[in-house]
């Protein structure tokens, strides 16, 4: 089996508590590592560089699109945002799972590039739930709200792309839904393939011996 790490490519709308289940789903998997991101903005008060991102110049970023070592990068209110490809690799290959926290578009665009990455969809229990989510945390318009519903519905209806779905209906059984789904993905066909052509090779030399 290969003993590498995946990629593990990580959506849902917002308020669906991403990152709440995350967190728990890491303090019960070692394995899982959350990606950094490179940005070209200026660090914020208490954001710490290779922790919270890999802070370098606008020209470090371009330089690292053209010689395409970014997984995906997007721009934003002038600023650059990205996944470096040398951080991935480097915890793919200690055994590290990495979890890339991205929107859908993007996810799909790296499913495109890492055929091999896992795409896990995080779902609410209801569109109502989820509104009663946003509407709940007291710290957007109406506006902005109706904004990330419409939003949310999108990417909603993108989840059948993705390998695995999770409802997080309650905290602590989505965090264990989401370590199932990365322990389950030990077993799909396309992580294997190392072993099975290996498998297939040592078939054809003990036919070979045997004729």
């Given at each position: 089996m290969n003993k590498k790490g995946r990629l593990i490519v990580y959506s849902g709308p917002s308020g669906v508590g991403k990152g709440t289940v995350i967190k728990e789903a890491m303090k019960k998997e070692p394995s899982l590592v959350m990606s950094i991101s490179a940005t070209t903005r200026s660090p914020r008060e208490g954001e710490e560089d290779g922790v919270n991102y890999f802070f370098i110049t606008k020209e470090q970023f371009e330089k690292k699109i053209e010689a395409n070592e970014m997984l995906e990068y997007a721009q934003y209110n002038g600023n650059f945002y990205g996944t470096p490809?040398?951080?991935?690799?480097?915890?793919?290959?200690?055994?590290?799972?990495?979890?890339?926290?991205?929107?859908?578009?993007?996810?799909?665009?790296?499913?495109?590039?890492?055929?091999?990455?896992?795409?896990?969809?995080?779902?609410?229990?209801?569109?109502?739930?989820?509104?009663?989510?946003?509407?709940?945390?007291?710290?957007e318009t109406k506006e902005q709200i109706k904004g990330r519903l419409c939003a949310a519905k999108r990417e909603m209806k993108e989840a059948v792309k993705y390998d695995f779905i999770v409802i997080n209906d309650k905290v602590e059984k989505a965090s264990l839904d989401i370590i199932a789904c990365v322990r389950a993905a030990s077993f799909l066909e396309r992580f294997n393939h190392d072993f099975i052509n290996q498998q297939n090779d040592d078939n054809n030399k003990q036919e070979e011996i045997l004729l």
């Open positions: 490809k040398d951080f991935v690799r480097q915890k793919l290959e200690e055994g590290k799972n990495v979890v890339l926290e991205i929107e859908v578009q993007g996810a799909l665009q790296i499913r495109e590039k890492m055929p091999e990455a896992l795409l896990i969809f995080l779902m609410p229990p209801s569109f109502e739930e989820l509104k009663e989510r946003l509407v709940g945390r007291h710290t």
